[in-house]
């Protein structure tokens, strides 16, 4: 059974940096991509940064400039470093991981204010 368990969001001004980390338990099989999404109060759940098993990445343009994914395939880890974060990041920010099945993590809040 595949767990994922993030850390590393909080309270923090606009400017300010954040990491976000996602520790995948259990084996993943096929892998294929790991994310980041996030879901703001009354909005819908949207994709933040994807990685490829092979180390492609995408961005939201929301984010393009200032966030960064990186994973480590051996350690099943994926990160985000948030940089400049604006008020407009603030949400519940959900680890993602595709393989022959999917797989969320719990969400971690991150809060960014003016």
């Known amino acids: 059974q595949v767990q994922l368990v993030e850390s590393g969001g909080g309270l923090v001004q606009a400017g300010d940096s954040l990491r976000l980390s996602c520790v995948a338990s259990?084996?993943?099989?096929?892998?294929?991509?790991m994310g980041w999404y996030r879901q703001a109060p009354g909005k819908q759940r949207e994709v933040v940064a994807t990685?490829?098993?092979?180390?492609?990445?995408n961005y939201a343009d929301s984010v393009k400039g200032r966030f960064t994914i990186a994973r480590d395939n051996a350690k099943n880890t994926v990160v985000l470093q948030m940089n400049s974060l604006k008020p407009e990041d603030t949400g519940v920010y959900y680890c993602?991981?595709?393989?022959?099945?999917?797989?969320w993590g719990q969400g971690t809040q991150v809060t960014v204010s003016s």
């Open positions: 993602y991981v595709l393989g022959r099945r999917s797989y």
């Open positions: 259990g084996t993943i099989l096929d892998l294929i991509a």
């Open positions: 990685i490829t098993s092979g180390g492609s990445t």
